[in-house]
């Protein structure tokens, strides 16, 4: 049996990039970059003022001025200024050649068509050209994710394409004979397919597009039929039939595609059966049945490889350490992940690990923003003890 360590390092040395593409900036939120964005444009692109005054020659003050013209944001910047004038400006108009300084307009004195200005330190209240971005600078590095800020960024550098790395078109594919629809009448012994609804929040969640293959019948042949026709995408998620059980029939599938398992079953709680194997470029994750041990795999494997793909600076998610409340017990051998609640309490972060641990519990999901890792050879933890947790939201 493999450690998770060892399990998520072998994963992650089979992930390649994908691709890059041009995506309208509108729509690039969220995605990754692809190149580094090196400014063709200065911002801002023009000295201009910072506040609403007079421009001035701060050689000239302190001075009683002629005020010459006025600039407003939006008007071409004024050609000839004579010597010893004041301009009018407002905020975000050029400033006037020659001239290089803004005195406020609180601190002026306007008198018919003069201005009292006292003296201030030349420069005062001018944006120079640059000194946001400059021209060549690299303004955004490759594999930043594209949240509000960079995308104003982008907009304001002109950027209206944006060469984003592919979002993976990740294929789910549930197994077993017991599963149908949300919407279907449940007939004695069925359940829903419910692990295809949460694997399809957890890829768009990672910046992935699920794509949902659809339901396998417990037979290899059909199986293999639809990962086969799931091949085609990025990557292909499967759930259930990874056990050891006669209905488990995964591993025969991918066998009869041609695809040689590269890692099964990891030392995790829950979560064990998980399998990875890979055709080409493609990786296919072999996801444990169960629904909470589909979402603990998904975090530990998955995740970080469909981030991986996209070029993220980072994949894992921010691993902190937690006070777990009320301790836990356990046997030497696989790591544990508790579904837990983290609050902030002061400088700490408490855990209290939901009551329904159980891998089909899925009501031990609801609320859960923290996984609490109990390492696999611990056996006893105290209560209150430390212990690392992967937050699945910020808190
Ligand atoms: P298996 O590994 O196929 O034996 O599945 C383990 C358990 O998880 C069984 O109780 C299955 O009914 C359940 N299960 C498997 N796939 C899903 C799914 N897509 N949605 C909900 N439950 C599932
Ligand atoms: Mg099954």
Do not use: W
């Not at 293959?213 to 091949?231: F, N, Q």
């Not at 072999?286 to 981030?307: D, H, I, K």
């Not at 894992?316 to 836990?328: D, F, N, S």
């Amino acid at each position: 049996m493999h450690s998770v360590a060892d399990a998520a390092a072998a994963v992650a040395a089979r992930i390649e990039r994908l691709g890059v593409e041009r995506v309208p900036l509108r729509e690039a939120r969220g995605r990754f970059l692809g190149e580094p964005i090196v400014a063709t444009r200065a911002l801002p692109g023009f000295d201009n003022s910072a506040m609403d005054g007079y421009a001035v020659r701060a050689a000239d003050l302190p001075a009683t001025l002629p005020v010459y013209a006025t600039v407003a944001a939006g008007d071409a910047p004024a050609a000839a200024i004579p010597e010893r004038v004041a301009v009018r400006i407002f905020t975000g108009a050029p400033i006037p050649a020659g001239l290089d300084t803004i005195v406020i307009q609180e601190d002026a004195t306007a008198a018919g068509d003069r201005v009292t200005l006292p003296a201030v330190p030349r420069g005062d209240n001018v944006r120079p050209a640059g000194e946001d971005v400059a021209i060549g600078e690299r303004a955004i590095d490759r594999g930043a994710k594209l949240g509000a800020g960079e995308l104003g960024l982008l907009a304001a550098l002109g950027v209206a394409d944006v060469p984003c790395i592919r979002a993976p078109r990740v294929a789910i594919i549930a197994t077993g004979d017991e599963l149908v629809d949300v919407a279907a009448q449940l007939r004695p012994g069925q359940i829903v397919d419910s692990s295809a609804h949460m694997l399809a929040a957890t890829i768009r969640d990672a910046g992935g597009v699920p794509s949902y293959i659809g339901i396998a019948k417990d037979d290899p042949a059909t199986l293999a039929e639809l990962i086969a026709r799931a091949l085609d995408h990025d990557a292909v998620i499967t759930t259930g039939g990874v056990s050891v059980g006669d209905r488990d029939h995964v591993h025969a599938a991918l066998a009869a595609v041609g695809v040689q398992l590269a890692l099964y079953k990891v030392a995790m709680r829950p979560g064990k059966p998980f399998s990875f194997a890979t055709r080409g470029r493609v990786p296919i994750f072999g996801l444990p049945g169960n629904p909470v041990s589909t979402f603990v795999a998904f975090e530990l494997f998955v995740r970080p490889a469909l981030l991986a793909m996209q070029g993220a600076t980072i994949t894992a998610r921010p691993r902190v350490p937690v006070h777990l409340a009320g301790g836990y017990r356990k046997q030497a051998g696989r790591a544990h992940y508790l579904r837990a609640t983290a609050l902030r309490d002061g400088e700490r972060l408490i855990a209290r690990a939901h009551p329904k641990q159980g891998s089909a519990m899925l009501s031990g999901l609801v609320g859960c923003n923290a996984l609490v890792e109990v390492a696999a050879d611990v056996e006893l933890v105290a209560p209150d003890a430390v212990l690392p947790a992967l937050l699945l939201e910020a808190v």
